[in-house]
């Protein structure tokens, strides 16, 4: 049997992966919905180990769920904003909150909680300028603690991947 990731990094209790492993990532990554066969094919494993190793991979959380792109445009979410929004107040509960009430916002797509300026950044999609503004004024304007909100609008996509591993 494979010891691929069955044990973990002692520095990180990361589960470590072996190039076998990193192949099969790869190909889940372009293509999560491709066969356990056509996998075995691509990384040169037989049929059995590569899907013991996928089954390892998700127990062990390095694949954390399978998802489909979609395009923001053909789904009418066309408006892109990037919010940076700052709390008046900087503690546990009052961020817990925060946290609770952007979950429960589905025109938010991301956050992440960076440093800096600003508390949070949020990846923000809406059919269009008015739906944003809806958005704004309803939802996000309503979370208590909020400080500060500075929306930036996307003007194209250059880059976007959901690529990790090379």
Known sequence: MSKSIQTADSTTGMPA?????????????HNARATVKEISDKVHLSTTPVHERIKRLEESGVIR???TL????????????????SLKQHNRNA????IKDIMAMPE?????NISGEFDFMLKV???SMDAYYDFH?????????LGHVQSVFVMGVIKQTHVLVH
């Not at 992966?17 to 990554?29: C, N, P, S």
């Not at 961020?95 to 925060?98: C, Q, V």
């Not at 004024?137 to 603690?145: G, Y």
């Open 17 to 29: 992966l072996d190039e076998k492993d990193l192949a099969i990532l790869r190909v889940l990554q």
């Open 137 to 145: 004024v309803n939802k996000l304007s309503q979370a208590e603690n």
């Open 108 to 112: 938010v797509i991301e956050c992440y």
């Open 65 to 67: 769920q399978y998802a």
């Open 70 to 85: 979609l395009d923001h445009s053909k789904v009418r979410k066309g408006l892109m904003v990037i919010c940076y929004v």
């Open 125 to 127: 999609v809406a059919e």
């Open 95 to 98: 961020g817990a909150k925060f």
